[in-house]
């Protein structure tokens, strides 16, 4: 009778938790602007904590190593061995961490935000000059080279430039409705500087109170799943940590070494705004595969609008910075930190950016590395599960797999086999011509 209700409250939990599945499946795709909303609002309600979240997570390899460097020196110079000097270790590892952050982004602000101000204001007020240069160049051209075209070029030539101009227009200098847009500016700057600052003291509390913070949550992890799910769970956290902490403290890094080297080659090259096109470079090469084409264009259509002979020029430095950067330099920083083909790079920006934007784009590699990852175990274990071949190189050629679970490969055609396939035929042939010779000759 026991058995029977255990039974019967096991069909029952599972009806129910299919049914919710089901349920919350239906209601995600039919009412997903609803749940899309609700979600933008919770995010931004809980902006200054994911703010402290992030920063906590990028300063804490730098933070650990500096507090284990504290605790030995306190131990040899003063021998605290106390919870004391594990104590003074985080409050001296905590200060440096964020005076050595402050001090790095402080000091990249100061050399990098005047240029880039003075590159924009320049080229907001050389706009019409330099399009006007532009216009008649492009007219010699097309007069010399094409003079029967005229009219159809420079008309798709003025729709290009009435397009361009409007757009530095409204995104580089004041508009009509000035005071609007500057109390909406002035409002979204107080609340990113508010969710910062916020941000900071939750990155504090954070850092300050991690280990007791992961082994709270490890701790509710067992107490949830039990012990197999929890082995798992734990499991593929540290390697989901390794991959997230790799990728992208190795792409930040990859991509200030070729900000750097940009505005360093831009300079010598004479190059038109080159803090402005440098810091472009930069920041579109964090975001993997598309992140070189979406900095190279906007570069482009600016340098090209000052020099067009300086834009082909920029074009070869480009295509040269990248295959340095792809080949050379990108592999030796980040290594095969993600184990993705780059077939499966390119699906997961296009699903994840397509879903989240521009941290969709960041953060889609490392987290469908993880995907990736978990299915591939899952695949394992099933296939250890039914006594079949694990290595996906046991199943080239696969004709079958027979009852010990052993492949079966299909015949390698060689060219020995090719040969002797050949003259099978060949024999086959001549035997047939004999007998149907033998067959005439008696008749």
């Not at 979204?188 to 910062?196: D, R, Y």
Request: hydrophobic share 50%; charged share 15%.
């Amino acid at each position: 009778m026991k058995k029977a209700m255990q039974k019967y409250i096991g069909w029952g939990a599972t009806i129910i938790i299919t049914g919710a599945v089901t349920i919350a499946i239906f209601f995600c795709i039919f009412k997903f602007n609803g749940l899309a909303a609700g979600i933008s609002k919770l995010v931004n309600i809980l902006m200054p904590i994911i703010i402290g979240i992030g920063i906590a997570y990028v300063l804490s390899a730098p933070y650990d190593w500096l507090r284990h460097k504290y605790m030995r020196l306190l131990a040899h110079t003063f021998h605290w061995r106390s919870r004391k000097a594990v104590r003074c270790a985080g409050i001296f590892a905590m200060l440096t961490t964020f005076l050595g952050a402050a001090a790095i982004i402080g000091g990249l602000l100061a050399l990098i935000v005047p240029q880039l101000i003075s590159s924009v204001a320049g080229l907001a007020a050389t706009l019409p000059s330099n399009m006007m240069h532009l216009s008649r160049t492009v007219q010699d051209l097309v007069v010399q080279y094409y003079p029967s075209g005229e009219e159809t070029v420079m008309n798709a030539y003025a729709q290009a430039v009435s397009y361009i101009e409007e757009f530095v227009q409204n995104s580089f200098t004041p508009s009509v409705d000035t005071l609007g847009y500057v109390s909406a500016g002035v409002m979204n700057t107080v609340t990113v500087f508010k969710n910062i600052f916020i941000g900071i003291i939750v990155a504090i509390y954070l850092l300050a109170g991690k280990e007791n913070f992961i082994r709270q949550i490890i701790r509710c992890i067992y107490a949830v799943l039990g012990k197999k799910w929890g082995n798992v769970i734990v499991e593929y956290g540290r390697f989901a940590n390794q991959a997230f902490t790799g990728f992208i403290t190795g792409k930040l890094l990859d991509s200030f070494i070729i900000f750097l080297i940009s505005v360093v080659i831009l300079n010598v090259m004479d190059m038109p705004f080159a803090m402005l096109v440098s810091v472009i470079i930069g920041v579109t090469n964090v975001i993997p595969f598309f992140g070189p084409f979406i900095g190279a264009i906007p570069s482009f259509i600016i340098i090209f609008i000052v020099s067009p002979l300086q834009s082909l020029y920029f074009l070869v430095f480009v295509l040269l910075l990248q295959q340095f950067d792809g080949n050379i330099l990108g592999p030796k920083i980040l290594g095969n930190s993600t184990g993705l083909s780059s077939f499966w790079v390119l699906f997961s920006i296009l699903l994840f950016g397509g879903l989240f934007g521009f941290v969709g784009m960041l953060l889609g590699v490392p987290l469908f590395a993880v995907i990736k990852h978990i299915l591939s175990d899952i695949i394992t274990r099933s296939l250890r599960q039914k006594n079949l071949p694990v290595q996906a190189t046991d199943y080239a050629w696969l004709a079958s797999i027979d009852e010990q679970g052993n492949p079966v490969r299909l015949p390698v055609r060689t060219e020995k086999n090719k040969q002797k396939s050949s003259e099978k035929s060949e024999k086959s042939d001549e035997s047939a011509s004999d007998d149907t010779g033998d067959k005439t000759q008696d008749e």
